[in-house]
C-alpha cells in the first residue's frame, strides 16, 4: 500500500473526498500490479485512470492549478507517456510514494486541531503514509 485514506484527511465535500480517495485507490492499484508483475497492459490502464482521475479533479476544482498541483499533474502525464511508449520499462516504487505524499500535501493545505494542539498536513501525511 501507497497511502491509506483516513477521515483526517477528508475536506468535507463529499465528492471531493470521493475524487481523493480514488486517486489514492489508483496509487496502491498500480503498487499491487507492479508487485504481482501484472502485464504492462495493466499497468498502462491503471495509470492512464491516474491521469485522467487527477486531470478531471483539476479541471472540475480550480482553473487555476498552484505550482505544486502543476507539477503533480505533469508527473502522472509524463510518466504515463514514458511507459506508454516504452522508454520507463520499470517503475520504482519510490515514483508512487513521491506522488501519493504530493497528493495527500494538495488535499491537505490546511491546519487541523487535533489532540489539544494544531497538526499540519504534512504531519498528517507522515501519520498516514505507508511503505
Excluded at 480514488?22 to 498502462?44: G, K, S, Y
Excluded at 479533479?57 to 498552484?66: A, K, Q, R, W, Y
Amino acid at each position: 500500500m501507497i497511502a491509506i485514506w483516513d477521515q483526517r484527511l477528508s475536506v468535507g465535500d463529499g465528492s471531493i473526498d470521493a475524487e481523493h480517495r480514488q486517486v489514492i485507490n489508483l496509487l496502491n492499484e498500480i503498487d499491487v500490479a507492479l508487485t504481482v508483475q501484472a502485464p504492462r497492459e495493466v499497468i498502462e490502464r491503471a495509470i492512464e485512470a491516474l491521469v485522467v482521475a487527477i486531470e478531471r479533479h483539476f479541471s472540475v476544482h480550480g482553473t487555476f492549478l498552484t505550482g505544486e498541483e502543476m507539477t503533480l499533474l505533469t508527473s502522472a502525464r509524463r510518466l504515463f507517456a514514458e511507459w506508454r511508449e516504452g522508454r520507463r520499462l520499470t517503475l520504482d516504487r519510490r515514483v508512487l510514494t513521491h506522488m501519493a505524499a504530493r497528493w495527500v500535501g494538495h488535499m491537505g493545505r490546511r491546519t487541523e486541531r487535533m489532540s489539544g494542539g494544531h497538526v499540519s498536513a504534512i504531519s498528517i501525511q507522515q501519520q498516514r503514509m505507508a511503505g
